[in-house]
């Protein structure tokens, strides 16, 4: 099953996971009026949780598991404070 694929399947998965966090923690903060940071923190906990369900229903490594939940949760939170610095019309 998904234990059996290579390595860079798993690195292909954790960067989709990473660059999905990132653009729903940008575009929701940048989109929002007010309270920037806790509209892109709201939209980076919904994608958070339906990563954790999804590795957590499968049978992943443990090393993918550790390093995606990382990956997605700092680049989320990076996506949300580069979105909430900026001022758009």
């Given amino acids: 099953m998904m234990v059996?694929?290579?390595?860079?399947?798993f690195v292909i998965?954790?960067?989709s996971h990473?660059?999905?966090a990132f653009s729903a923690g940008l575009?929701?903060?940048l989109v929002?009026?007010?309270?920037?940071?806790?509209t892109?923190?709201?939209a980076v906990l919904l994608l958070f949780g339906i990563v954790i369900f999804y590795l957590f229903n499968h049978q992943f490594p443990a090393w993918f598991v550790i390093t995606d939940?990382?990956?997605t949760a700092?680049?989320?939170?990076?996506?949300v404070f580069t979105g909430s610095a900026r001022y758009v019309n």
């Fill in 4 to 9: 059996e694929l290579p390595a860079s399947a």
């Fill in 13 to 15: 998965i954790a960067i």
């Fill in 18 to 20: 990473a660059i999905a």
């Fill in 27 to 29: 575009i929701s903060s």
């Fill in 32 to 38: 929002s009026t007010k309270r920037r940071i806790l």
């Fill in 40 to 42: 892109g923190f709201i």
């Fill in 69 to 71: 939940t990382i990956v």
């Fill in 74 to 79: 700092v680049l989320g939170a990076i996506g």
